[in-house]
Nanobody, 118 residues
């Protein structure tokens, strides 16, 4: 089992920034890929970004590429999503997830709300 707890959401105006955190516990994470997803009202859950715990390679959705950065802190077992230039369309609940490399995302946090006003 992997437990994930997100934090750092909030309300900002368009153009602002937020850094989301995901604290992970329960398993040795070196074999995991950590992902960020989001779900806006009335829409399905969509991929935002991911990072391999071992090696740190990253991947981003086109919608956030260039204005978001995913990173990890091995000592704190924490993954971060820095989001800059936020726009109202970024409003959503943001979820952290974990998957064994090559597998599906099977562990999920409860999410943190991000609201961007124009």
């Amino acid at each position: 089992q992997v437990q994930l707890v997100e934090s750092g959401g909030g309300s900002v105006q368009a153009g602002g920034s937020l850094r989301l955190s995901c604290a992970a516990s329960g398993r040795t994470l070196s074999r995991y890929v950590m992902g960020w997803f989001r779900q806006a009202p009335g829409r399905g859950r969509e991929f935002v970004a991911s990072i391999r715990w071992s090696g740190g390679s990253t991947s981003y959705a086109d919608s956030v590429k260039g204005r978001s950065t995913v990173s990890r802190d091995n000592a704190k077992n924490t993954v971060y999503l820095q989001m800059d230039g936020l726009q109202p369309e970024d409003t959503a609940i943001y979820y952290c997830a974990a998957a064994l490399t090559g597998g599906t995302f099977e562990y999920w946090g409860l999410g943190t709300q991000v609201t961007v006003s124009s």
